[in-house]
């Protein structure tokens, strides 16, 4: 939702003093936006600063001198709170819950925000409203979601899923999820025990021809401005993206949720996938969206090495392993040898890590490359030996990506599995064994998206 926004006016003034606002966000970046209003989750702009509501993640503490990447709200022309813990996490998604009830006796009953089913604190201002008092929020005015109101910028970043809204009703995070017996970890209740009230609504975001389609019974529904797509990327299933925190030299720009990763004219411009394989069999594509030079220097493959060096093109070192656009080869230890065909801007390349027997094979639009066989097991046809994970630098390998030329630049768009290439759906639709995620081509038997789910069945079952 990089540039993307739902929003909605109510035909009514409701409840202002008592209601629940809980969403699954996922963030594609920290500390950086182009204003200090930061990344806005939930936003009704007032034409008075007691009417004005802000719900956003903040950065450069809210230009305040607070935490960046903290929670914060600014209202009735203050800034309400910011929490104590940071929302710095791009792998993994994050419930949140705002719960109002100005009726309250107590102050500091009035606002309780919880993340992943915690109560949270406060690091700086805690100006709680008086009791009572009438929020901007439920107002005949437009409220949005994503984005900072009438102005339509300061966009949040990243992906959103099962945004609840209770009008009237003031909620507990454990309402809306709950903890897994088996792993621990938070995860939605699917089917929530509430009541939503005149303006209440539910986005399930699972339409993707109406993605702000209202599931609560209210018909309460949201217009949706600038491009939003349905993603296999979920709360409880979370897909690989290119990781921006290991995106060392020189640094590449990602957007389309990290998707998308642009190089900026460095030799040594390389960036990895968000999870990494330790054993099994994964399948990923990348498709050569762009370059600017009449060199197509793309190289695609899969690392075992932190970005930490100046010098670290994919298969510089000795358990990086490098397909070469230019010159059809695999690139490794910093030397070439002959592969495959040459590939440039619009072809999708597939690879196949097969951690089982330690092969790795390419594909060009389909077509595996040095006859490579990926179900060949142990026989390793036209694949290219890998070492053990378990003896690499960072004991597991990642996706990744990185443009060999020292002038010009590069763009991919990587297809984990979320079935498109930024934000174009792939046309063909084949998926794993499992049925877990989407790719263009077929996927080898016994292979899997990068996902944690496919990891789960893979390396702990």
């Excluded at 182009?34 to 007691?50: F, P």
């Excluded at 990086?320 to 230890?333: C, F, I, K, L, P």
């Amino acid at each position: 939702m990089a540039s993307a926004r739902l929003s909605r006016t109510p035909s009514s003034e409701t409840n202002r003093k008592t209601w629940t606002w809980s969403a699954w966000i996922k963030r594609s970046a920290t500390g950086s936006a182009t204003s200090a209003n930061g990344y806005t989750l939930w936003n009704c702009e007032g034409s008075s600063a007691n009417d004005n509501f802000i719900f956003h993640i903040t950065v450069n503490g809210g230009g305040s001198g607070g935490p960046t990447d903290s929670l914060a709200l600014h209202t009735y022309g203050n800034d309400v709170f910011r929490t104590t813990p940071l929302l710095k996490d791009v792998n993994g998604w994050y419930h949140i819950v705002f719960a109002l009830d100005t009726t309250q006796a107590t102050a500091t009953d009035r606002i309780k925000l919880y993340v992943n089913g915690e109560l949270q604190s406060y690091s700086q201002e805690a100006n709680f409203p008086s009791q009572n008092y009438n929020m901007g929020i439920n107002r005949n005015a437009l409220h949005c979601i994503g984005s900072h109101g009438t102005n339509a910028n300061y966009y949040f970043d990243g992906l959103m899923a099962h945004v609840h809204f209770t009008d009237g009703t003031a909620y507990p995070a454990s309402t809306f999820g709950e903890t897994d017996a088996t792993t621990g970890i938070w995860k939605p209740k699917v089917s929530p025990s509430v009541t939503y009230g005149t303006n209440g609504y539910f986005l399930k975001m699972d339409n993707s021809a109406n993605m702000g389609l209202d599931s609560s019974g209210n018909s309460n529904n949201f217009a949706t401005s600038g491009t939003i797509i349905q993603t296999k990327d979920t709360p409880s299933n979370v897909f690989a993206t290119f990781n921006p925190l290991d995106n060392y030299y020189p640094a590449m720009t990602v957007s389309n949720v990290n998707t998308r990763a642009l190089t900026i004219g460095g030799k040594y411009t390389y960036i990895p996938s968000t999870l990494g394989m330790t054993s099994g069999k994964y399948y990923a594509e990348i498709k050569c969206a762009g370059q600017s030079g009449s060199q197509e220097e793309f190289l695609v493959g899969i690392t075992s090495t932190q970005t930490t060096a100046t010098t670290h093109e994919v298969g510089h070192y000795g358990n990086d392993y490098g397909y070469n656009g230019v010159a059809g080869q695999y690139r490794t230890s910093n030397s070439n040898t002959s592969y495959g065909a040459a590939y440039t801007t619009g072809d999708i390349i597939g690879i196949a890590v097969d951690l089982d027997n330690n092969k790795l094979y390419f594909s060009k639009n389909g077509t595996w490359q040095n006859s490579g066989v990926p179900t060949s097991g142990s026989t390793g046809t036209g694949a290219i030996n890998i070492t053990d994970p378990s003896s690499t630098a960072l004991g597991a390998y990642f996706f990744a990506v990185c443009y060999f030329s020292s002038t010009d630049t590069g763009t991919y768009d990587a297809n984990f599995g979320n079935g498109y290439f930024g934000t174009t759906a792939v046309s063909s639709a084949q998926s794993p064994d499992d049925g877990i995620g989407i790719f263009e081509y077929d996927v080898p038997a016994g292979y899997r998206a990068l996902c944690t789910k496919s990891l789960n069945a893979q390396e702990y079952s």
